[in-house]
Every structure is written in C-alpha cells, then in structure tokens.
C-alpha cells in the first residue's frame, strides 16, 4: 500500500504541475503577440533592406541608360564644335562682315583651339567610366563620388575659364586682326550648341544618387 500512494502522489504532483506550465505558456503568448504587433506597426516606416534580382537588374539599367544619353550628348557637343573650328565658313559667313574668310579658316584650325573642347570630354569621359564601374560593382566610394559628381561645374569651371582665357590671349597676339574677329565670332555660335550638353551633368548626378541609393537601401550586388 505504501506503494500504491507514493505512486499516487507521484501522479497527483505531476497533475499539480501541469496548470503551472500551461499558464507560463498563456502568459508568454500575449508578450509575443504584442511584439508581433509592433513590428507589424513599424513595418511601413523601415526601408526596404532587401531588393529582389529582377529589380536590382531593372535600376542598373536604368542608371546605364541615364549615363549613356549623357555620354552621347557630351560627344555630339564636342564633335560640333570641333567641326564648327575647322570648318568655321558658314559662321562667319552669317554675320556678314568683311572678314578674309579663307585666312580666318586657316588660324581657327590651330590644335590648340580645341583643347578646352576636349578636355571637358575628357572630364565627363572619366566621370562616366567611373559612375559605370560603381553601377556594376557598388563600393563605399559611391558616397564621395556622388559629391564630386555634384561639384563637377564647379570643377570644369575652374579648369576651362583660365584654359580659354590663356587661349583668347594667345591668339590676340599670335594671329592677325581678321582672325581675332573670326574667332570671337566662332566661340559666339558655339554658345548656341552648349545646349546639347546642358543635361550632361544633371543626369551624371541623378546617376551618382541613384547608385548611393541602391547602395544604402539595396543589396549592392
């Protein structure tokens, strides 16, 4: 018998126990769903940390496409005005002065005219190949380069205003009179083209913020 109720108090202990443990698991569920529901809360207010491979693929398109219309339009900038320093006749010819169009040709075709022309070239010709590399392969000098990006007239302004001034200077006392009209009027016309490369910069910049974007809220591939 001693048997019998040590096993039967055994039994009844183990009874006791068991409403124990079922309350601890009642009184964890509320703590859990009440997390639950904070994160649920928070949710539309988190940014998003994971981007799916379709879009990730999708916005290093679009981020080419942006750097390629640039990189077309400095090039059909630079190619008029290229065009425009060896061929100058139809530029002189609208102004109607009495200016020796054939010794004017002559001067205007000096290598040194078009250096300003191709060192801006050469300028968004690196910004380009740069902003192309952090596209494909996003690194942490995506930030600082975003911020040259966005000093990049700054840069060129401080590079072509003392070039063109050197070269204005140059040719007022190497070249005759004629070609000094002829070259005032030539650099005259090409402010027309500048409009070409007017949305240059601006799309190398929204390039720049879109790649640090990507970088910070997506997963850099």
């Known amino acids: 018998m001693n048997e019998?109720?040590?096993?039967?108090?055994?039994?009844?202990?183990?009874?006791?126990?068991?409403?124990?443990?079922?309350k601890d698991i009642h009184s964890v569920q509320p703590m859990m769903n009440r997390d639950e529901a904070v994160n649920r809360a928070e949710e539309p207010f988190r940014p998003?940390?994971?981007?799916?491979?379709?879009s990730m693929e999708k916005q290093k398109s679009s981020v080419q496409l942006l750097l390629?219309?640039?990189?077309?339009?400095?090039?059909?900038?630079?190619?008029?005005?290229?065009?425009?320093?060896?061929?100058?006749?139809?530029?002189?010819?609208?102004?109607r002065t009495s200016v020796n169009i054939a010794?004017?040709?002559?001067?205007?075709?000096?290598?040194?005219l078009i250096l300003p022309a191709l060192l801006s070239f050469g300028i968004i010709l690196l910004f380009y190949f740069l902003l192309r590399k952090q596209n494909m392969e996003t690194t942490e000098l995506c930030v600082p380069l975003m911020?040259?990006?966005?000093?990049?007239?700054?840069?060129?302004?401080?590079v072509g205003i003392p070039l063109n001034?050197?070269?204005?200077?140059?040719?007022?006392?190497?070249?005759?009179?004629?070609?000094?009209?002829?070259?005032?009027?030539?650099?005259?016309?090409?402010?027309?083209?500048?409009?070409?490369?007017?949305?240059?910069?601006?799309?190398?910049?929204?390039?720049?913020?879109?790649?640090?974007?990507?970088?910070?809220?997506g997963t850099a591939q």
């Not at 010794?103 to 040194?112: D, Y």
């Open 147 to 158: 911020i040259v990006t966005l000093l990049l007239p700054l840069i060129t302004s401080a």
């Open 4 to 22: 019998v109720e040590k096993l039967f108090q055994e039994q009844q202990a183990e009874s006791d126990r068991a409403p124990d443990f079922e």
């Open 68 to 95: 390629n219309i640039a990189i077309i339009l400095k090039t059909l900038q630079t190619a008029l005005e290229i065009c425009m320093y060896r061929f100058p006749k139809p530029a002189i010819s609208m102004t």
């Open 103 to 112: 010794e004017a040709t002559e001067a205007l075709r000096k290598p040194v």
């Open 165 to 217: 001034l050197l070269i204005t200077k140059w040719v007022s006392r190497t070249q005759s009179q004629e070609a000094l009209v002829a070259f005032s009027l030539v650099r005259s016309a090409l402010s027309a083209i500048t409009i070409f490369a007017a949305p240059v910069v601006p799309m190398l910049a929204a390039a720049a913020g879109m790649i640090c974007y990507r970088r910070k809220y």
């Open 48 to 54: 998003q940390q994971a981007v799916s491979g379709g």
